[in-house]
């Protein structure tokens, strides 16, 4: 779990405020890219590359999203791997408060219960805040499921809220996608998803678009 390069993009767009992270979110990226993204380099480095394939310090996330002006409201996992999250089970139903920014840095992909996992992230955004997902979209065998982008289209849309970006990415790089048409794809890519909540309704299940606009069943 962690934020690439093209995340850290979308995040730095938008004011962040009170911020809550579904595990420790990793900068995965050097000390060059974050200057050349945000024009700054952090003085504290943490060792896990590794985890993500790289033979190098990250810069510290906690410094960079303090240099971007975020406060941190939580940082919840299964696990405290790092030491400092709140452990909790995404699969069952779970209350965070509201929080400006909500990050889903690769987490609820590995959650057996997605939809609940899902739901507990998108209900911890306070109204006029928005949440950021990065699940795989091409991945075979990186989690338990590979969203598809109508899912988060149909449902943040029929909810109320705005879907700012929709993308696919490979960490460096973001293409838009068509909200529910079919689109064939490389392997190996992200989903990019930003919303915005515009109401303080709770989510309802939603139904795919293709089914709606299927006069046979109406």
Not at 124 to 139: F, K, Q
Not at 150 to 167: H, I, K, M, P, R
Request: one cysteine or more; glycine letters at 8%; hydrophobic letters at 35%.
């Amino acid at each position: 779990m962690g934020i690439t390069v093209a995340a850290l993009r979308l995040l730095a767009a938008r004011p962040l405020g009170r911020v809550l992270s579904l595990s420790y979110p990793d900068m995965v990226m050097s000390q060059d890219d974050l200057q050349r993204e945000c024009g700054f380099r952090t003085q504290r480095e943490t060792q896990h590359g590794r985890w993500h394939g790289r033979d190098h310090p990250l810069p510290e996330t906690e410094e960079v999203s303090a240099r971007l002006g975020a406060t941190w409201g939580g940082l919840v996992d299964m696990v405290a791997s790092r030491g400092g999250e709140e452990t909790r089970d995404l699969t069952e139903p779970q209350e965070f408060g509201e929080h400006d920014t909500v990050i889903d840095p690769g987490t609820t992909e590995h959650c057996a219960n997605f939809w609940q996992a899902t739901l507990n992230a998108a209900h911890a955004v306070a109204p006029g805040g928005r949440i950021l997902h990065t699940p795989p979209l091409t991945m075979t065998n990186h989690g338990f499921v590979c969203p598809q982008p109508t899912f988060y289209w149909d449902l943040y849309s029929q909810n109320g809220w705005e879907v700012e970006c929709l993308a696919a990415s490979n960490g460096l790089d973001v293409v838009s996608l068509h909200p529910t048409k079919r689109v064939q794809l490389p392997a190996e890519l992200s989903l990019y998803v930003v919303a915005r909540r515009r109401t303080d309704a709770a989510l309802r299940a939603p139904t795919q678009t293709k089914y709606l606009n299927n006069p046979s069943l109406k």
